[in-house]
């Protein structure tokens, strides 16, 4: 059984910074690729960030140069570091695991919201 355990969410001002963390179970972590995804209010969920087995990393145009995608392998956890946070990245953030050869899992979220 894979679960996906985010943490680290909350209320921060503009400008502001949060980290998010997210804890993998199961025998995936080392092998698939992690990612971080966000829904805003009304909208549809949208890729944030995501970092391969072997540290590649990609950003959404949206967040470059403010997000940081990182993993532990070690402690099967997938980080995002989130600075200069505005308002319009107020959404449910969710962490993901894929690998082409199996189904995504996805955690149950974690909500952040930035005040102006």
């Known amino acids: 059984q894979v679960q996906l355990v985010e943490s680290g969410g909350g209320l921060v001002q503009a400008g502001g910074s949060l980290r998010l963390s997210c804890a993998a179970s199961?025998?995936?972590?080392?092998?698939?690729?992690m990612g971080w995804y966000r829904r805003a209010p009304g909208e549809q969920r949208k890729l944030v960030a995501t970092?391969?087995?072997?540290?590649?990393?990609n950003y959404a145009d949206s967040v470059k140069g403010r997000f940081t995608i990182s993993r532990d392998n070690a402690k099967s956890t997938v980080y995002l570091q989130m600075n200069s946070l505005k308002p319009e990245d107020t959404a449910v953030y969710y962490c993901?695991?894929?690998?082409?050869?199996?189904?995504?899992?996805w955690g149950q979220g974690t909500q952040v919201t930035v005040s102006s």
């Open positions: 993901n695991a894929h690998s082409i050869a199996y189904p995504d899992y």
């Open positions: 199961g025998s995936i972590f080392s092998t698939h690729t």
């Open positions: 970092i391969t087995s072997i540290g590649i990393t």
